[in-house]
T-cell receptor, first 115, second 111 residues
Framework: DVKVTQSSRYLVKRTGEKVFLECVQDMDHENMFWYRQDPGLGLRLIYF???????EKGDIPEGYSVSREKKERFSLILESASTNQTSMYLC??????????????FGDGTRLSIL | RKEVEQDPGPFNVPEGATVAFNCTYSNSASQSFFWYRQDCRKEPKLLMSVYSSGNEDGRFTAQLNRASQYISLLIRDSKLSDSATYLCAVTPLEYGNKLVFGAGTILRVKS
């Protein structure tokens, strides 16, 4: 089974802090993704990476950055946390597309509150 | 128009009922389709892939209708434990490895 592990289930930070969310997968997947999920808005893609040191912006990258120094680890960084970044953050991974697209496998999620 | 649309529900059904959800997609070049299940305050979990020929797994059946651009999920003999939000996900050809998710359909199975 694919295992995607996020570093924290719950996190409380203050406005203006720099926040790091970590994600590790154990299936040697090339692709990794960061989403946030808010009631009524569904899953929104923040950033994704298809290889080490490669990254691409998703639909809502503003206020976030990412780092992928190793294949198994993908970090999401909130440069200066704001209250509107309070949300559920989900990391996912998938193998490369092989003709057809591949499903993504999600971590448990991090419920982040910015006070 | 959203790329992937789902009826948000909730669908309230009694135990033992058969219930079906649809998910419409706008990009005719979409190639891969999936159903996920998400329990309250948990992560989405892959329920099943949807193939051109359809896919059945126990009480769950998924179908693809390319002509009308929708996928469906049928749940037979509903259980209380089926109560969850069901998300569909679609991969348009030009999106590479990204999935586009619907906002989900809420199912509540009641005794």
């Amino acid at each position: 089974d694919v295992k995607v592990t996020q570093s924290s289930r719950y996190l409380v930070k203050r406005t203006g802090e720099k926040v790091f969310l970590e994600c590790v997968q154990d299936m040697d997947h090339e692709n990794m993704f960061w989403y946030r999920q808010d009631p009524g808005l569904g899953l929104r893609l923040i950033y994704f990476s298809y290889d080490v040191k490669m990254k691409e912006k998703g639909d809502i990258p503003e206020g976030y950055s990412v780092s992928r120094e190793k294949k198994e680890r993908f970090s999401l960084i909130l440069e200066s946390a704001s209250t509107n970044q309070t949300s559920m953050y989900l990391c996912a991974s998938s193998p490369p597309r092989q003709g057809r697209g591949q499903p993504q496998h999600f971590g448990d999620g991090t419920r982040l509150s910015i006070l | 128009r959203k790329e992937v649309e789902q009826d948000p529900g909730p669908f309230n059904v009694p135990e033992g009922a058969t219930v079906a959800f649809n998910c419409t997609y706008s990009n005719s070049a979409s190639q891969s389709f999936f159903w996920y299940r998400q329990d309250c305050r948990k992560e989405p979990k892959l329920l099943m892939s949807v193939y051109s020929s359809g896919n059945e797994d126990g009480r769950f059946t998924a179908q693809l209708n390319r002509a009308s651009q929708y996928i469906s999920l049928l749940i037979r003999d509903s259980k209380l434990s089926d109560s969850a939000t069901y998300l569909c996900a679609v991969t348009p050809l030009e999106y590479g490895n990204k999935l586009v998710f619907g906002a989900g359909t809420i199912l509540r199975v009641k005794s």
